[in-house]
């Protein structure tokens, strides 16, 4: 069992930044993926950034170039570094986490909102 607990999020401004943590404690596999998604309300959930544990990287076309995902794998933490917010961003934000490679999560952390005002 891995257990994820996520931090951040919150409201802000367009243009804004957030930074959002998450960190994983239990059976963690040295070799993991670990990264984010969100749900908008009426849309389906989607990835955002996902991070190999070896440092490969993945983004959504829809934060490419605003977004930076990170790890600090000592504490077996993920990070996304969310910037030049846009109202569309507004949704919760999901850790999730996946022993070996994939993105095809099966823990997950347990949401946290982020809103973003025009």
């Known amino acids: 069992q891995v257990q994820l607990v996520e931090s951040g999020g919150g409201l802000v401004q367009a243009g804004g930044s957030l930074r959002l943590s998450c960190a994983a404690s239990g059976s963690v596999f040295r070799i993991n993926t670990m990264g984010w998604y969100r749900q908008a309300p009426g849309k389906q959930r989607e990835l955002v950034a996902a991070m190999l544990s070896g440092g490969c990287t993945n983004y959504a076309d829809s934060v490419t170039g605003r977004f930076t995902v990170s790890r600090d794998n000592a504490k077996n933490t993920v990070y996304l570094q969310m910037n030049s917010l846009k109202p569309e961003d507004t949704a919760v934000y999901y850790c999730?986490?996946?022993?070996?490679?994939?993105?095809?999560?099966?823990?997950w952390g347990q949401g946290t909102q982020v809103t973003v005002s025009s």
């Open positions: 999730g986490y996946r022993s070996g490679l994939g993105y095809d999560f099966n823990y």
